[in-house]
């Protein structure tokens, strides 16, 4: 039996490893640093620099934008540019092929056919191509050996592996089946993304849709054209009770991440455990107009649905009901619900009226729910948010029970946090649960009527907050109208969290445990991006992202006291092995290292700077 299939064995039947733990809540440390034994703290004069997550609710197109934005500023502006940590001109663009070479010939066996003839100016001379290429990795191709086949063919970094020599052709395992999307879903076709960036896609629902919610309109409409106008949105519109059924209780959520919850992040996440995933937030307006980046944030591995959803940002009527119905137009069948993000901080998403800013206008919210309600077809709408946007002014109970009236949604996910608060505090659970029984009292109002209630019932009820721990999260689903609870961070910094939960205890991970979860994402992403060098690059930099979270994790063998908590910072400590000790450095150097052990050394061509400033210096070894 493997150590993973060890881990998912009924909790009466594991060692609980918090035995020789000493569990205490009692503060014999001061407040925020962890507890660590004697013998594994290095220095405990000071704690590793505080942690700025703001970040992790942001897109990455937002993230583009806000970097770009700094940069032509240049720090200048009285009040402007607060960098809260953060290094906002960090590039991330790789350094692509100097040399093109025409895919007719880099994998011969996909049926490519060159389309420009003699006017292609690509390479077709595979001698040529090959001469300027960089050495061969060592080892076998990770792609080739998971597929049977490679699709970057001999732009492949570890063509030496699947490549014969003597024949200049490419080696197929005997038998192996071509998949060209490699179990990737949600592709959304050239021709499609055309005709939305030329505004000629018929957004033939939502253009009815929107003419429906002007009542001024609608008034002046003489009684024919105004009932041929309703007959018309009837017949386009799905009944709620037709709609994909969602089962939220009690089921293992991840959170919508930016940047870090990419597909092959995802797809791991699911080899752990989790029962529910998200799209990275993508925005209503970039998927309107077409864009090939934004579209990107939709697809998904095949392992992920049912139990996948798409979330947006919007803030305009038009945004929320065209981008609706074209996530229902091209990805309903891998898609199980539509997310509106009402929760996100960041300023250039708040100054635009996205995010968190629609909680400053529940009819608004409620109005672009009820469009994307009309508009998704099968798909059900749920939505995230904040308890508010100031800290002493919670909102969210009233905007609950105005959406659960309009009975537009068929999820509520509650961060307990405001967008002033950021992640200066705790998560107010005690308020989540306020929230849960509104929702509870609803969903029993409505239980006896559900035979007769085109409603979406039930509708569920998920906290979100500082979940870490297995306790923690059975803490908060034992809180009154709680079914369940989103993990962010904690997926983050602990991967292997939805198998504790399922454990119902704490798991200490070996280093060796450990670096094989990194492996597997090394592995998904490369398949992913690809395993030539521009696909190696976005690889490496994408797990040098995930592991400037993980490597916050403080192995529970080293604990003095549990539980752990999110926001603790470490003195300086040492592991019990040598891995264990580079797993948690906080120097991108190291990181940088840690890549190399699955995706070959890294070149001059590779370009990475950490998303937090506390992180841009080499920490000294001991």
């Not at 989790?274 to 209503?284: I, P, Q």
């Not at 969903?443 to 035979?451: A, G, I, V």
Request: proline share 4%; hydrophobic share 35%.
């Amino acid at each position: 039996m493997s150590e993973v299939e060890s881990n998912k064995r009924p909790a009466e039947e594991v060692t609980d490893v918090s035995i020789e733990v000493k569990k205490s809540k009692t503060d014999e440390v001061p407040k925020g640093v962890a507890s660590i034994k004697p013998e594994y703290i290095i220095s405990a004069s000071d704690a590793d620099a505080i942690f700025d997550d703001d970040a992790a609710e942001a897109s990455t197109a937002v993230e583009q934008e806000e970097m770009e934005k700094s940069n032509n500023n240049n720090g200048k502006g009285k009040g402007k540019n607060k960098n809260r940590g953060q290094n906002k001109a960090r590039k991330l663009v790789q350094v692509k092929d100097e040399m093109k070479i025409c895919p007719s010939i880099m994998d011969p066996e996909s049926g490519k056919q060159c389309l420009k003839g003699s006017e292609c100016s690509w390479c077709h001379d595979v001698t040529a191509y090959l001469k300027q290429k960089e050495p061969c990795i060592e080892g076998a191709c990770p792609v080739w050996k998971e597929l049977g086949y490679c699709p970057m063919g001999i732009k492949c970094r570890w063509l030496k592996s699947h490549f014969n020599c003597d024949t200049n052709t490419l080696i197929y395992e005997q038998g192996y089946a071509r998949d060209e999307n490699k179990g990737e879903v949600n592709f959304v076709s050239l021709a499609d993304k055309r005709l939305l960036h030329a505004k000629k896609f018929d957004f033939k629902t939502s253009e009815v849709a929107l003419k429906m919610v002007d009542e001024d309109r609608v008034a002046k409409m003489d009684a024919e054209k105004r009932k041929a106008l309703e007959n018309e949105f009837n017949e386009s519109k799905v009944k709620a009770s037709e709609k994909k059924k969602l089962d939220y209780k009690n089921k293992k959520v991840l959170s919508p991440l930016t940047t870090v919850g990419n597909l092959p992040y995802r797809r791991l996440m699911k080899t752990l455990g989790a029962d529910v995933t998200y799209s990275e937030m993508a925005l209503a307006n970039s998927l309107i107009s077409g864009q090939n980046s934004e579209w990107a944030l939709l697809k998904a591995h095949q392992s992920e649905y049912p139990g996948f959803g798409v979330q947006i940002a919007a803030s305009k009527p038009w945004q929320a009901a065209k981008s609706a119905e074209a996530i229902y137009k091209f990805a309903n069948k891998n898609v199980s619900e539509i997310n509106l993000n009402c929760g996100c901080p960041i300023d250039l998403l708040f100054k635009k009226g996205e995010g968190s800013a629609l909680m400053s206008s529940s009819n608004r919210m409620k109005n672009l729910l009820k469009l994307m309600n009309d508009c998704s077809g099968d798909l059900p709408i749920t939505v995230k948010m904040r308890m508010g946007i100031l800290d002493k002014k919670p909102v969210a109970i009233d905007i609950v029970e105005k959406l659960l009236n309009a009975g537009d949604v068929g999820a509520i996910t509650i961060h307990g946090r405001s967008r002033q608060q950021r992640y200066t505090k705790e998560a107010n659970w005690d308020y989540i649960e306020e929230v849960g029984k509104v929702v509870k009292t609803y969903n029993e109002k409505y239980e006896e009527m559900k035979d007769v209630s085109d409603r979406p019932n039930p509708v569920y009820l998920i906290g979100n907050g500082d979940c870490f721990t297995h306790e923690d999260w059975y803490e908060h689903t034992a809180r009154q109208g709680v079914d369940t609870v989103m993990i962010a961070r904690g997926a983050l910094i602990k991967p292997w969290i939805f198998e504790e939960i399922e454990a119902q205890q704490y798991l200490d991970k070996s280093s060796t445990e450990r670096l094989r979860i990194i492996e597997d994402y090394a592995k998904y992403a490369l398949q992913h991006w690809g395993t030539d060098e521009f696909g190696i690059n976005t690889s490496r930099r994408f797990l040098c992202e995930f592991l400037s979270f993980t490597y916050r994790y403080i192995p529970v063998g080293i604990l003095e006291k549990l539980p752990p908590k999110l926001n603790q910072r470490p003195p300086k400590w040492r592991g019990r092995d040598d891995m264990e000790t580079l797993l948690g450095s906080s120097d991108y150097k190291d990181w940088i290292k840690i890549t190399e052990m699955f995706m070959g050394p890294a070149n001059e061509s590779f370009s990475f700077i950490p998303k937090h400033k506390s992180n841009s210096y080499e920490t000294p070894r001991n």
